[in-house]
T-cell receptor
Framework: KQEVTQIPAALSVPEGENLVLNCSFT??????LQWFRQDPGKGLTSLLL?????REQTSGRLNASLDKSSGRSTLYIAASQPGDSATYLC???????????????FGGGTRLMVKP | DTAVSQTPKYLVTQMGNDKSIKCEQN?????MYWYKQDSKKFLKIMFS???????INETVPNRFSPKSPDKAHLNLHINSLELGDSAVYFC??????????????FGQGTRLTVV
């Protein structure tokens, strides 16, 4: 059974700092890995999706990497801003055997606070 | 134009009542999901439907009954609500991997409070 872990659980940084959020998964047979952002009381916003065949994806100040063999993904945020404060979630998409369905397995999230 | 929409956004009800949450997606996706986010903010899958068929049922009490009238809709009906059902419920959708990009999109959530 796939398990996804995110560390740290919470992170507080001053504005302008570059930071890395970590995500690890136990089963390397993932189809893709997706990073989300969740603001308090809100839904999930998709940030980046990395296919299993890819090593990284970039969107603006965000860069996500994927190392399937070691079961790790990182989300790098450059020049952090107070508006980046939110919970960041990673999720591994798996295709279950014998057409048993697809599902996202989530990590517990990293609560990020960027202080002005 | 909202991709995945669910209603209501907030639901406060008494123990023992029956309630429904509706979900609709306009992305043309084949797969829809229900997730539960508990008080510790952990997201756990409840159900997965593919082309209106139930594919995944993750040991959810049978008081929870999903219904998919068509590919674009997946509703969640909950009977005999209990205090422990209080949580935020998220609907999501993604495309079948055999068809296209599997990026998942989520609704804004329904905050259910059972009193």
């Amino acid at each position: 059974k796939q398990e996804v872990t995110q560390i740290p659980a919470a992170l507080s940084v001053p504005e302008g700092e570059n930071l890395v959020l970590n995500c690890s998964f136990t089963d390397s047979a993932i189809y893709n890995l997706q990073w989300f952002r969740q603001d308090p009381g809100k839904g999930l916003t998709s940030l980046l999706l990395i296919q299993s065949s890819q090593r990284e994806q970039t969107s603006g100040r965000l860069n996500a990497s994927l190392d399937k063999s070691s079961g790790r993904s990182t989300l790098y945020i450059a020049a952090s801003q107070p508006g980046d404060s939110a919970t960041y979630l990673c999720a591994a998409f798996i295709i279950m055997n014998n057409n048993a369905g697809n599902m996202l397995t989530f990590g517990g999230g990293t609560r990020l606070m960027v202080k002005p | 134009d909202t991709a995945v929409s669910q209603t209501p956004k907030y639901l406060v009800t008494q123990m023992g009542n029956d309630k429904s949450i509706k979900c609709e997606q306009n992305l043309g996706h084949d797969t829809m999901y229900w997730y539960k986010q508990d008080s510790k903010k952990f997201l756990k899958i409840m159900f997965s439907y593919n082309n209106k068929e139930l594919i995944i049922n993750e040991t959810v009490p049978n008081r929870f009954s999903p219904k998919s009238p068509d590919k674009a809709h997946l509703n969640l009906h909950i009977n005999s609500l209990e205090l422990g059902d209080s949580a935020v419920y998220f609907c999501a959708s993604s495309q079948d991997p055999l068809v296209g990009d599997t990026e998942a999109f989520f609704g804004q959530g329904t905050r259910l409070t059972v009193v």
